[in-house]
């Protein structure tokens, strides 16, 4: 019985960090989160096909210490992506499980309240 599926899917992520390479990590890093989110199955694999930038800005400032003193520029970069993932997953609702009910493993057998003759 095969009950694994392959879908494509089209997901937009956002993310920011202090350089470029963060802001991507910060949004790539997004993608498992989103596809789990409303999944019941179980997924083996998530491999992204494609990603289109869609928006990218970056917001520079001047930093000082104690309003004066040793002032630097900082940047924060922000970016949007639309990333389309192929999904390999296990669908639950195609697995067959055995219903069997046993005593509790974990349970302790009292001798005095069994009604052994």
């Known amino acids: 019985m095969n009950a694994t599926e392959n879908i494509?899917?089209?997901?937009?992520?956002?993310?920011?960090?202090?350089?470029?390479?963060?802001?991507?990590?910060s949004a790539l890093?997004?993608?498992?989160?989103?596809?789990?989110?409303k999944n019941e199955?179980?997924?083996?694999?998530?491999?992204?096909?494609?990603?289109?930038?869609?928006?990218?800005?970056?917001?520079?400032?001047?930093?000082?210490?104690?309003?004066?003193?040793?002032?630097?520029?900082r940047s924060v970069y922000r970016v949007k992506l639309e990333v389309t993932v192929a999904i390999t997953q296990i669908k639950m609702d195609q697995i067959n499980f055995l219903e069997e009910t046993i005593n509790d493993p974990q349970g302790v057998a009292l001798p005095f309240l069994s009604k052994k003759g």
Do not use: C, H, N, W
């Open 29 to 37: 890093s997004t993608i498992q989160k989103q596809v789990m989110e």
């Open 8 to 25: 494509t899917k089209t997901l937009i992520v956002s993310g920011k960090g202090d350089t470029k390479q963060s802001a991507f990590a």
């Open 41 to 73: 199955d179980v997924t083996l694999q998530i491999t992204p096909v494609s990603v289109q930038v869609v928006s990218a800005k970056a917001q520079t400032y001047t930093e000082r210490f104690l309003f004066l003193f040793l002032p630097r520029k």
